[in-house]
């Protein structure tokens, strides 16, 4: 069993979905969680992720971020490594907007990456710094896609913000692997989230057919394997982008959307 004990571990966009998944799932192997995000802090206690980590007798807060503003996050990610160490960080607050690349307006595009890339950026290099400062190491996930791994119509903007993930996830994963940081990353494929709503009965069918398991991951499933990197299980892995898909991008034929999403 892994045991997160005495650890601090922040949770960007950690109210729904597989934020929530994760948030819980670090909180039940013993770590206080911290979540981070424009939501959580103001929902009332039946709502709310750490309200219900608490309810479990585990230890959660949550403070108001915006991540894809670098004042405000190297401020609030100051404020906590004041009060303790920074054991753990996962990145993943993200945005999704449909569209090719004609389609793709100004704003759509700058948003997509303000909050994916920007604010995993942003989000990663406060805590490095903090690691850093203390001397003890850590461990950081970022939440990129299949959709960073392979490209998929209609999603121009969003696949190039989860390929930048990719790629940036690498990259400080070597840079900061002699200090003991462990930088990795999990790529999920289809999971039972809003984002994947868009999809309608007949599109989903087709997916799901489509995957060797023959089905959708649930936010569990993801949470699990960042569980996993963010252990000492995965010390000796750095700069890695572990797809949890149940296979879907071993040769699988890419299915183009009918529904739009903004």
């Not at 045991?3 to 770590?31: P, Y």
């Not at 100004?106 to 710094?129: K, L, M, P, S, Y």
């Not at 999603?155 to 840079?175: E, H, L, M």
Request: hydrophobic residues 45%; proline residues 4%.
């Amino acid at each position: 069993m892994i045991d997160l004990s005495g650890k601090t571990a922040l949770v960007t966009g950690g109210s729904r979905g597989i934020g929530r998944a994760v948030s819980m799932r670090l909180a039940e192997a013993g770590a206080s969680v911290v979540i981070l995000d424009r939501s959580d802090w103001s929902l009332p206690e039946d709502r709310s992720c750490s309200a219900a980590i608490r309810a479990r007798g585990g230890r959660a807060e949550s403070r108001e971020l915006d991540v894809a503003d670098s004042a405000q996050v190297d401020a609030v990610i100051g404020a906590l490594a004041a009060e303790r160490p920074i054991d753990i960080l996962v990145n993943n607050a993200g945005v999704l907007h449909s569209g090719t690349t004609t389609e793709t307006t100004d704003e759509v595009w700058r948003h997509q990456f303000a909050v994916n890339v920007d604010g995993t950026f942003f989000c990663t290099r406060a805590v490095i710094r903090t690691m850093l400062a203390a001397d003890r190491g850590g461990k950081i996930v970022n939440i990129s896609s299949i959709s960073g791994l392979r490209a998929n119509p209609g999603f121009a903007a969003y696949c190039a913000s989860k390929a930048a993930i990719v790629n940036f996830t690498r990259q400080a994963g070597i840079d900061y692997a002699a200090q003991g940081i462990n930088v990795n990353g999990v790529a999920p494929g289809f999971v039972e989230t809003d984002m994947t709503s868009i999809y309608g009965p007949d599109i989903r069918a087709a997916l799901e057919g489509q995957t060797p398991n023959g089905r959708w991951a649930t936010p569990e499933q993801i949470a699990d394997s960042v569980l996993f990197l963010a252990s000492p299980l995965a010390d000796h892995i750095c700069g890695e982008v572990l797809a949890v898909d149940g296979g879907w991008l071993v040769g699988t034929p890419v299915v183009v959307p009918t529904a739009s999403v903004s």
